[in-house]
């Protein structure tokens, strides 16, 4: 697992993972790709009266407490021995979708729908005048848990992370 802080709140809509290409790989091998893994976003600290989560929260940059689930993906390694082919740069896209009133008085119309959340099948049928629609998730860290890699028992090899998303202003 590797958590990064991002430099600020941002509304991800898509991660881009990257594992040794083909002529970088000496061993030209895929065991310590990743395979299945798990996206986890943190919200900003919200503010708090208790100070000893206030503290921590402060010091991390983000709320530890509420994990965001934003979905489980496979990584397609790149394999020399069969006809399995994945690019060592593979990109992720973040499939949420979220519906707020324009209205701040009228909270009936807000819900979440993403790849973890029931599907949203009533939004061709909301009127576009009052409500706002929009994609990802707003936040200000992301955890990355690898949960098995392609066959290595020591170790798995992530070469970057690339995090995709508009920028939220405070």
Not at 74 to 84: H, L, M, Q, W
Request: charged share 20%.
């Amino acid at each position: 697992q590797i958590t990064l802080r991002l430099p600020y709140l941002v509304n991800i809509t898509s991660i881009t993972l990257d594992h040794a290409s083909a002529f970088s790989n000496v061993t030209n091998s895929s065991s310590s790709a990743p395979r299945f893994f798990r996206l986890v976003g943190y919200s900003p600290c919200p503010n708090q009266n208790d100070q000893s989560f206030s503290k921590k929260c402060d010091e991390l940059g983000f709320d530890f407490s509420n994990e965001i689930v934003m979905g489980r993906f496979e990584y397609e390694a790149k394999r020399f021995d069969d006809i399995k082919v994945g690019r060592s740069s593979q990109k992720f896209t973040i499939e949420s979708l979220s519906i707020h009133p324009k209205n701040d008085n009228d909270k009936s119309l807000e819900s979440t729908c993403g790849t973890v959340k029931n599907s949203c099948d009533s939004v061709s049928s909301l009127d576009p005048d009052s409500v706002q629609i929009s994609h990802g998730y707003v936040v200000s860290a992301i955890s990355l848990i690898v949960e098995n890699n392609w066959g290595n028992a020591d170790y798995t090899c992530i070469y970057r992370i690339r995090v995709h998303g508009d920028k939220v202003d405070v």
